[in-house]
């Protein structure tokens, strides 16, 4: 009891003594704190304003001074329709196999050695974007180009796989895939979160019940994980829907629009556009391409929210 | 009122009952698998080894044996072929089992694969562009192509100048929503925060030339625009790790310091923050490492240029990941020698990424406070 009244005695004291200073050094560490805070909701205003001001003209000018000399929904919808495919592609593929590696990691492989695995999952994600593009155009592309005259010559009758097909891999389908590969650490971190925290009484009852490891990760992991899922997948698509440099270099385009997957004339996707043309640009063409990325900027905001909608909402129940 | 009805077994799988008991048993069956209508402990491992061996021998008749090849089929056929030996000798649904537990592993694989021939390539392609030039020397009016000094200097500045914006802006919000924040403004910062993490590096790059623009007119190039850019792209980053490591910080600390009669700034700056520090560090790092490596923002602010520059706010200044992009999109009249400077460049920035992540995981595990 009295080590109790010291305490509080000596913290009244000090309180006491060194009132003023204390409240003006509160009031500055939390106005500081404060003003950070709004500072970042002002930056991601700042971002849309600061896009639409430089954007708008484009959106207001006649058709004959943009690039192309057509109109500005003419000239982004090629690319809009290149983005959406290429994110579509990449996460289509990225889904299954994130899903794989994080049973792999919380069901499948030994527990201690979840974490290291873990790691080497994370390692993908800090890979820079450039040298995906690199690693897709030197060793990527080329490789896939035999499997990709197999698909034309036995699966040609299916229209994306119509070909003709590419000699140089310069394809939308090797671009789907580096993008598989760059956004599936962040589709399996998610799902990981999630399957491995099924409460465990779920599965020890299903396992009790006779189920084996399949039909209980099916049971039980599967449906628990499954809002989880499929924001994971929501992200990842936002990823690879902004991602530019990977399909820069890739992707050898002629703004067709086109499902073909396999040929050399692809449509390209509004973050590479403005990569190869901004540094020539200028005058108007510049503001074009600013407002085609309010364009992206818009499209991924819708996907970011739907994505942290779900998530959200399922942390609720 | 008779009995209740005992539970309908009808529609479940007839080998349910005689195979409950193998698969209840497991544990305990699995070391005698001779009697017990089990496949042996080694069984996945000799069905994908045979698996391999068999795809071997038949592209290698067919005359088109690679490795790849061999690994996708190989995994394909011992998908099967467990599926086959597990259903004749413990039936249908721990052969399903089996099947798709080698199918996971398999994907595991997979996924993997990519991160190994990226590092394989990386360095094999790498190592040659490598010389004392390449550090030393810019390419200014340089036939041979020059060094990349240039871009490793711009590097470094334009990232340090991206960290000095991010993290007393990042660390002061995270303090805010961890210590301070309630209401609408946190859970605004919150959402905006995770939506802020989805923006794309490009369009961070054309937020602050749009901005720069306003203010310097057109065609604006300088190396602190990328900074402004990088930072849009950090910040959230930052935010999310470090908000992760106040939040382990346990309450008592705050409260004994409180009891003590500590003002809240000092308990945050002296307890709070000392005791997450290797955690903040680490955070740092990791959210360094991400954006060290960025290059579509930079490439349409800090622009291409072939001499030194030191001074952020004097012109276009180069940077090592715009620099592999240049030197692979407009190679010079030997392009051979070009790539292997892309490469170099490349191998030089996953380098510094790779030492960052090590560094940092080091960091937090050599310096961490232990909370209990």
Redesign the interface.
């Given at each position: 009891m009295a080590s109790v009244d010291t305490?509080?005695n000596?913290?009244?004291?000090?309180?006491a003594a060194?009132g003023g200073r204390?409240?003006r050094?509160?009031r500055?560490?939390?106005n500081?704190?404060?003003?950070?805070?709004?500072?970042?909701?002002a930056?991601?205003a700042?971002?849309a304003l600061?896009?639409v001001?430089?954007g708008w003209p484009a959106l207001t000018a006649s058709a004959s001074e943009l690039p192309g000399k057509e109109a500005f929904l003419d000239y982004v919808a090629p690319l809009a329709f290149g983005t959406v495919l290429a994110g579509a592609l990449a996460t289509v593929i990225a889904v299954?196999?994130?899903v794989?590696?994080a049973?792999?990691?919380t069901h499948?492989?030994p527990p201690r050695l979840a974490l290291t695995?873990g790691?080497?999952?994370d390692?993908?994600a800090?890979?820079?974007?450039?040298?995906?593009?690199?690693?897709g155009?030197?060793?990527?592309g080329p490789?896939a180009v035999p499997v990709m005259k197999w698909l034309e010559e036995k699966l040609g009758f299916i229209p994306i796989f119509e070909g003709p097909a590419s000699a140089t891999g310069r394809t939308m389908l090797v671009a789907g895939l580096v993008l598989a590969?760059m956004i599936?650490p962040i589709v399996?971190a998610i799902a990981r979160e999630a399957f491995s925290q099924t409460p465990r009484k779920l599965q020890e009852g299903a396992q009790a019940l006779?189920?084996?490891?399949?039909?209980m990760i099916k049971m039980t992991v599967l449906p628990f994980g499954k809002s989880s899922v499929i924001s994971g997948s929501m992200?990842g698509l936002?990823?690879a829907?902004?991602?530019?440099?990977a399909v820069?270099?890739i992707l050898s385009v002629s703004g067709v629009i086109s499902f073909n997957l396999i040929s050399q004339a692809n449509p390209s996707t509004i973050?590479a556009n403005?990569?190869l043309n901004?540094?020539d640009s200028?005058?108007i063409k510049?503001n074009a391409?600013?407002a085609t990325?309010l364009v992206?900027?818009a499209i991924?905001?819708v996907?970011?929210?739907i994505a942290?909608a779900i998530i959200s909402r399922s942390n609720v129940q | 009122m008779s009995a209740p009805p005992p539970p309908d077994f009808s529609g479940l799988d007839p080998e349910l009952a005689t195979e409950a008991a193998g698969v209840g048993g497991r544990g305990t069956l699995l070391g005698s698998s001779a009697s017990s209508g089990l496949l042996p402990g080694w069984a996945p491992y000799g069905v994908f080894a045979a698996a391999l061996a068999f795809c071997a021998a038949v592209l290698a008749a067919l005359g088109i044996f690679t490795i790849a090849l061999m690994l996708v089929f190989g995994a394909v056929v011992a998908v099967f072929g467990i599926y086959a030996w597990s259903r004749a000798v413990e039936g249908s649904r721990r052969a399903k089992d089996r099947a798709i537990t080698m199918a996971i592993v398999a994907a595991f694989g997979v996924a993997m694969a990519p991160l190994i021939s990226l590092l394989y390539e990386v360095i094999k392609r790498g190592v040659p562009g490598l010389s004392a030039e390449f550090f030393t020397e810019d390419a200014r009016g340089k036939i041979s192509g020059g060094g990349a000094e240039h871009a490793i200097v711009g590097t470094l500045v334009i990232t340090g100048i991206a960290v000095a914006i991010s993290v007393p802006i990042g660390l002061m919000a995270a303090i805010y929503m961890n210590e301070y924040g309630t209401g609408k403004l946190r859970r605004a910062l919150t959402f905006f925060v995770d939506v802020m993490t989805g923006i794309p590096s490009i369009v961070a790059g054309l937020f602050a030339y749009a901005l720069f623009e306003i203010f310097f007119g057109p065609g604006i190039r300088m190396g602190v625009m990328g900074s402004v850019a990088l930072s849009v792209l950090m910040i959230p980053i930052v935010i999310r790790a470090s908000e992760e490591v106040l939040k382990i910080v346990p309450n008592h600390l705050r409260e004994a310091s409180y009891a003590l009669g500590t003002p809240k700034w000092k308990t945050i700056s002296k307890i709070v923050l000392p005791t997450a520090f290797a955690g903040l560090v680490t955070a740092v790092m990791i959210a360094t490492a991400r954006i060290i490596g960025e290059t579509a923002p930079l490439l349409v602010t800090t622009g291409v240029v072939d001499s030194l520059n030191t001074d952020p706010f004097g012109g276009r200044m180069q940077n090592l990941a715009v620099y592999a992009f240049n030197e692979y999109r407009s190679p010079g009249i030997d392009k051979a020698a070009s790539y292997d400077r892309a490469w170099a460049a490349a191998l030089t920035l996953i380098a510094i990424v790779m030492i960052l992540n090590v560094i940092a995981r080091l960091v937090y595990r050599r310096y961490k406070t232990e909370i209990r």
């Open positions: 305490t509080t000596a913290g009244q004291l000090l309180a060194s204390r409240r050094g509160d500055i560490f939390s500081i704190a404060v003003i950070s805070a709004v500072t970042i909701l930056l991601l700042g971002v600061f896009l001001t430089e299954p196999l994130a794989a590696v049973l792999f990691i499948i492989a695995l790691f080497f999952v390692l993908l800090a890979i820079p974007s450039i040298i995906y593009g690199l690693w155009i030197f060793v990527l490789a590969v599936l399996s006779g189920a084996t490891r399949w039909e992200l936002g990823r829907l902004g991602e530019t440099m820069t270099i973050a403005i990569a901004f540094p200028s005058g510049i391409l600013i990325g992206l900027f991924t905001l996907t970011n929210f942290r | -």
